[in-house]
Nanobody
Framework: VQLQASGGGLVQAGGSLRLSCAHSGLTFDFYHIAWFRQAPGKEREGVSAISSVNGRTYYANSVKGRFTISSDNAKNTVYLQMDSLKPEDTAVYYC?????????????????????WGQGTQVTVSS
């Protein structure tokens, strides 16, 4: 399994960015793909996730209403549209994936539950 995150950059507060996570080798019937971020001196935290079981999504409270996760299955890519960016959104953003059973009810963003990780992409929001 390979995950390739891209789309980071420098943007002013209030601006937008769209991150992409291109994945390959996800041959499992069902899986979750999540975006995590890690700011300097802070722990990595879950930002958003999407389930291939039913398309359900999860957002951390800090990004709810500003970020949108989506999946293009034809392109094997998951996107994170980030609008109304704030300086506190500055971090390295990572995408990760894990196989799940089709009976799963909850989308987790616990780090230890994600088996496959891509490299990070830097997002910097200036004030």
């Amino acid at each position: 399994v390979q995950l390739q995150a891209s789309g980071g950059g420098l943007v002013q507060a209030g601006g937008s960015l769209r991150l992409s996570c291109a994945h390959s080798g996800l041959t499992f019937d069902f899986y979750h793909i999540a975006w995590f971020r890690q700011a300097p001196g802070k722990e990595r935290e879950g930002v958003s996730a999407i389930s291939s079981v039913n398309g359900r999504t999860y957002y951390a409270n800090s990004v709810k209403g500003r970020f949108t996760i989506s999946s293009d299955n034809a392109k094997n890519t998951v996107y994170l549209q980030m609008d109304s960016l704030k300086p506190e959104d500055t971090a390295v953003y990572y995408c990760a994936a894990t196989p799940v059973p089709d009976t799963i009810l909850v989308i987790s963003t616990e780090l230890h539950e994600y088996e496959y990780w891509g490299q990070g992409t830097q997002v910097t929001v200036s004030s």
